[in-house]
């Protein structure tokens, strides 16, 4: 039996390194501008870091992925075909894209380049997956989470394109890759600009007894005084609804498929990803290295695996909100 | 090499409080330029310049204040707000250092709080996570 990949994210050239000697089977990675999801100030890799990272993560037997998964903007496609062709120039192993125009101008220019179909293309039924099989030859899709376990594996037995999940991270509100709240409060959007919530945008003030979360001058959440707090993001935002102050779209969760390796492992999933390429290499250290134990104990106990309170200690600490959750994936929706 | 659970307790903290500022500040200065010098340290002067940051260690009841111009950290004796403010204990700043603690990590449980210009604080922190250690003769006391 094979294990499925763990792909983990990195900002930065120690977050790579922090991925490959915590286990991680392949590293996924962005350029310094808006055409990854991840474009923040000071985050990502330019030409020479690129090259490092990926020498270091191929000397160790690993592979290293390039996103590129914003949809390119009318007026400037010029840099998203740039990126395409660097990552090719760099010889990564695959490019995550999104845009189906992108997809097009990738399999023209460079067609030994293999792709893989971004969540943020929202692909959630094989049908869609095939299309850009047929179309562009893509080898993965990466399903937006939203499908539970059941509609995962009808997916991946109905296609030949590899399949990866989301295995621990953050959560999006349930409409992947479709999101343009950011954009109500900010102008920008993870699609359009690379970023949900720009910092530059964010202010927190600290008042007498609450911490104020503020996007674009709009108040979205108000912390007591040792209340955890969580990325500002509208979504996530405590809002006044007829009388009643709550989370109107979605509470801070973040998302650990652990307890469902086995299952995972079962169906065939070819990886699973963690989000967060916008977190330090702490973090990429401390997520990879337990993921790696759990998965390799869930390849080897099978249906005997159960998670040890140890990762789940760690896991809980570094995430986001009080609650993880197994999210879509056991919902009992059909 | 785990950094312990230790806050500095309040009598030294008094007593810490009352120093002079500058000494340490100096020093925080210095050593930023010897990493910047030596290129440990991959700043963007152009983001950072003419920007002016405050590190306060609360359980120590100190406060560092410096700036920046277009080639180098640099002391900050202006009155007035810094755009730039992390407060956090001592212990806190020592595994955000050591790579012990995610930053974001460390803010969720409110044991970090950023002031003012927040994606100054972005460009910060994406700055401290690209520092090579490997690199450096620093490397045996970070956390791997
Ligand atoms: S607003 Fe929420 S759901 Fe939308 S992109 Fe941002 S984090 Fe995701």
Redesign the interface.
Known sequence: MTLPELVCPAGSLPALKAAVDNGADTVYIGLKNDTNARNFAGLNFDDKSARSGIDYARARGRKVLMAINTYAQGGNVSRWHRAIDEAADLGVDAVILADLGLMDYAVRRHPDLRLHLSVQGSATNYEAVNLARELFGIRRAVLPRVLTLDQVRHVIEHTDVEIEVFGFGSLCVMVEGRCLLSSYATGESPNTHGVCSPAKHVRWEHGETSLDARLGGVLIDQYGKDEPAGYPTLCKGRFAVQGDTYYALEEPTSLNVMAMLPQIIDIGVAAIKVEGRQRSPAYVSQVTRTLRAALDAAGREAQRFSVRPAWQQELGKLSEGQQQTLGAYNRPWK | MRVPELTVPTRLARLLGRLPATPPAWLLVTSLNQLVKRGVLPA?ME?LAERRFEVRLVDAGVSLRFAADSRRFILDRQPGEPDLRLSANVADFAR?ML???????L????KL???GD??L??????????????ETPLARFM??
């Open positions: 963007d983001l955000m790579r012990e603690e995610d930053p974001d990590t803010f969720f449980n409110r709080s950023i002031e927040t994606e604080g972005l460009i910060v922190k994406n700055l401290l996570d690209s520092v090579d250690w490997h956390a791997s």
